[in-house]
């Protein structure tokens, strides 16, 4: 369990601390007795596995370890994470001195070093990853998370341009968002080539695989957005891509909704795809995916087709339903609310969605850790104490923007320009249940718009000052300034806001952003985000079997009530009606300048018309964007909330008729390896090897078998061919998760095994080499217990011969769709209200423990995060 500890950490606090944020030694000859290091405790180049321990010896090269669960584990010098820094304490002090650097007086720097010191003391301030990895450690590294590029050019060379602005920000750890609604539609005439365009969407396949590819060569996995407007004739396209699997893998999806969308919906109107007549003479020079500018410039538009506004609505639903995607970014309704609406307009958000952007836009991000700033005495939040760390954090912020480095000058005469800032919050949920308030109920709502409305209050008050001592940002009007959605709620609520910046101007265009936070809310110990917790009790395997943990609060409640059952105010995600999450979406977006990441969860029988409603829901309440997560409907089941009875029998997948349709594919499929594999072979050897291939007739007959794994239920189809196995099918989870898609090859590469020559038991070779192939977990004991997929292959074939032998090979299995269950015993990684199920693979640790939160993927077991 990781446990924060004063300003020691512990567990998995300590692993991330070392591996992401750490000041580290590149040169690991360095390393002594005494070091604490982090270790390569599993080298393989997808899954390695790395554990923190203390240097009790060296020889040479190689040293000895004392891990921190006590073992001793030998290794080479290579295989070590050296740190320059070991403890909170040594981050805070290079943090406070860094960002005090750019103050203009020797006695600034002195008197704001110690002011950072103190809010990050104690992590009240958590800074964003890139400042916490960044800050002093290089000149190469990068201070901001996330970027927003330019639409790209509809070229050629405009693409490619764009392809290595993205591939260059997302080598120096930087994630990024396209919005692709300046390409051209797909068959549209292009007249330079004499042809016609492969389409928006196929272009924003060639960023996510590049992404894809970053994420395979780099130490942090690039992240991706990719948007697109709702008058482009490909929004269709886009919607739907993730449905055809491969196509779009490495991006999140969101679509660019307008108020006249909005309303043709509402009220059932026609809605016009059109795109700008790419035959204008001024159409390289001018268009730049903004079709307002271009039709006040009296350019000609080209319609492309009338469709009703409700079919393309309904089409967003649905796949939002099935997949969680596309998102929806309402960004007509975020441009009126924007402080930059007259000189920079919003064309796109970061992968996380928490920050809308301009053209070479950046995020610039901190967290306030809210569990730190309750009042025990009084029952309150320490509203004073609050108020000192937001107005110290917003100059933290502000300072980062003259202390990063810039590898596109692009980037710093934007950001020079408007001096955008985000500070977030941390550890909501934590604060709520120390106050006793349930969140989503209709007290929390009050009590959010007090707290978000406190907090921002502040922060632009400190901005104002800020701005009266160093200059208002450079496109700063006041009045333009002071029109903005957001700025005109701020001055009827705190008119005192409107005063300062009118007598003191505005250092920053933006303050307030609410980011997903989940490594660096892992690491000190709280809620991430504003999002409730997912869970508060769960099992962790361990050498010891299955041990029940809690998450810190939880524990320490149920440590003082032994017999009793956790309070309705100790809520999580999955307790909260998907309309609690939007409307405290909305409640916090009132005093959010920029956005907001939060997913609203939804339980596996949510319908479609309710998730209409509920993103109509959110257009009316003032959100800015809005993502659901229907439980199950992505990567294998990734949350679960209880231990749900498996259906009977009966209910379980069929082999026929999915399987049949999925047979003839596979044939397909290896008749295509074979004819593969010949050609670099001579003659001789190619009629060996169809001699000896034993190919797939019309139907095959066999059995399914359900076996419980540490990944989910699969169902291993084992059809028989001249009586004896010929080919086996592999069904865990869904299409597009890692699980599936090793399954589905290791479920091919058997069958071809299986198919190959007519000599030998093959079945029970391949029970020798897959039984008891171990992985991250297991699941069930004794003669039930599963190491694998790949075990409980073996097993199935094992329990298929075992059928044959018990009638004598007399049944042979008569229909495809006969099952023999064989279940573990029911084991779960996750029990009661608030327990949670993770069933695919994390790429750091390997570990089936990744979890959908917040528009991330974030592993319990190692702190791995990905937008993505």
């Not at 441009?335 to 928490?354: A, D, K, L, V």
Request: proline share 4%.
């Amino acid at each position: 369990m990781k446990t924060v500890q004063g300003n020691k950490l512990e567990g998995l606090s300590e692993k991330i601390f070392l591996d992401r944020y750490a000041l580290k030694d590149a040169d690991t000859n360095h390393t002594k007795v005494g070091d604490t290091v982090l270790v390569l405790t599993k080298d393989d180049p997808k899954f390695p596995a790395k554990e923190v321990g203390e240097v009790i010896s060296r020889e040479g090269r190689n040293v000895k370890i004392k891990l921190r669960s006590g073992e001793i584990f030998e290794s080479a010098i290579e295989k070590l994470t050296l740190s320059t820094e070991s403890t909170p304490d040594q981050l805070w002090n290079r943090l406070a001195k860094a960002m005090a650097s750019v103050e203009a007086t020797p006695e600034k720097k002195k008197e704001w070093t110690d002011k950072f010191r103190y809010i990050l003391d104690d992590w009240k301030l958590v800074p964003g990853g890139r400042i916490a990895a960044g800050a002093d450690a290089s000149d190469e590294l990068t201070l901001f998370n996330c970027y927003v590029i330019p639409s790209p050019h509809d070229s050629r060379g405009g693409i490619m341009a764009t392809l290595s602005e993205m591939t260059e920000i997302m080598a120096r750890g930087g994630g990024v968002g396209i919005n692709l609604s300046s390409l051209r539609p797909r068959r549209a005439i292009v007249k330079g080539v004499n042809g016609s365009s492969s389409g928006a969407v196929s272009w924003g396949g060639l960023f996510s695989y590049t992404t894809g590819l970053i994420e395979q060569g780099g130490s942090r996995r690039g992240a991706l957005m990719l948007m697109i407007n709702d008058w482009h004739p490909d929004v269709v396209d886009f919607i739907t891509v993730k449905q055809t699997m491969g196509q779009i893998t490495n991006a999140n999806l969101s679509v660019c909704v307008s108020n006249a969308f909005m309303k043709a919906v509402k009220e059932d109107l026609d809605w016009e795809l059109v795109y700008p007549d790419s035959t204008d003479p001024d159409y390289d020079q001018v268009w730049d995916g903004d079709l307002d500018k271009w039709k006040k410039l009296g350019k000609p538009v080209k319609p492309y087709r009338t469709v009703k506004a409700r079919d393309v609505w309904h089409t967003i639903i649905e796949s939002a339903w099935k997949s969680a995607e596309p998102g929806v970014v309402f960004m007509e309704y975020y441009n009126q609310m924007s402080n930059s609406w007259y000189f920079n307009p919003i064309i796109c958000t970061n992968p996380c969605g928490e920050q809308g952007l301009p053209a070479w836009g950046v995020c610039n991000l901190s967290a306030v850790n809210l569990s730190k700033f309750y009042d025990a005495d009084k029952h309150d939040v320490a509203w004073d104490e609050l108020g000192k760390v937001v107005r110290y954090s917003t100059r933290f912020l502000d300072n980062v923007i003259d202390k990063t480095p810039y590898h596109f000058e692009e980037n710093r005469t934007n950001q020079q320009g408007e001096r955008r800032v985000g500070l977030g919050s941390m550890g909501l949920a934590e604060l709520m249940i120390k106050l006793e308030i349930r969140y989503g109920s209709p007290e929390s709502l009050q009590f959010l718009d007090k707290l978000y409305g406190f907090m921002a209050k502040e922060a632009y008050l400190a901005s104002a000052d800020i701005a009266e001592e160093k200059g208002s940002f450079k496109h700063f009007d006041d009045e333009k300034f002071l029109q903005s959605g957001f700025m005109k709620n701020m001055t009827s609520v705190y008119p005192e806001v409107g005063a300062a910046v009118k007598k003191k101007g505005m250092r920053n265009v933006t303050v307030i952003t609410q980011a997903p936070t989940g490594s660096t809310g892992t690491m000190v110990g709280t809620s991430t985000g504003i999002e409730p917790y997912f869970a508060f009790e769960y099992y962790r395997q361990s050498r010891l079997g299955f041990d029940k943990q809690y998450v810190p609060i939880a524990q320490d409640w149920k440590d003082q009530h032994p017999n009793d059952e956790l309070p309705d105010y100790f809520v999580t995600a999955m307790d909260l009606s998907a309309e609690d999450h939007i409307r405290a979406q909305a409640a916090i977006q009132k005093w959010v300048d920029s956005s907001i990441s939060k997913t609203a969860n939804c339980p596996s029988d949510f319908t479609v018309e309710e998730t209409k409603r509920l993103y109509e829901l959110a257009f009316d309440l003032g959100c800015k964007g809005v993502t659901i997560y229907r439980d199950g409907s992505r990567d294998v089941q990734v949350l679960s909330t209880e231990k749900k009875e498996e259906k009977p029998a009966a209910e379980a997948p069929s082999a026929e008729p999915k399987e049949a349709v999925a047979a003839e594919k596979e044939a397909s499929s290896l008749q295509n390896i074979s004819a593969s594999l010949a050609v670099n072979v001579d003659a001789k050897t190619e009629k060996v090897f169809d001699n000896e291939y034993r190919k797939r007739p019309q139907i095959l007959r066999g059995a399914t078998y359900k076996i419980n794994t540490p990944f989910g239920m699969a169902y291993i189809t084992i059809n028989d061919l001249n009586g004896t196995p010929g080919e086996i099918f592999l069904n865990v989870g869904k299409a597009g998760s890692d699980v599936f898609a090793m399954s589905e090859a290791l479920g091919r590469v058997c069958s071809l095994f299986l198919r190959y020559g007519n000599h030998g038991d093959k079945a029970k070779l391949l029970v020798k080499h897959l039984k008891g192939i171990g992985g991250s977990g297991a699941i069930g004991f004794g003669v039930n217990r599963v190491e694998s997929i790949a075990d409980a292959v073996a097993k199935a074939l094992e329990m298929h011969e075992e059928s044959r032998v018990d009638d004598g090979g007399a049944n042979q299995f008569v229909t495809a769709t006969q099952e023999v269950v064989a279940e573990a015993p029911a084991v779960s990684y996750a029990v009661s209200k608030s327990a949670a199920t993770s069933l695919d693979l994390c790429p750091s640790c390997g570990s089936a423990s990744l979890i959908n939160t917040e528009g991330c993927k974030n592993c319990s077991n190692c702190g791995y995060s990905r937008c993505s």
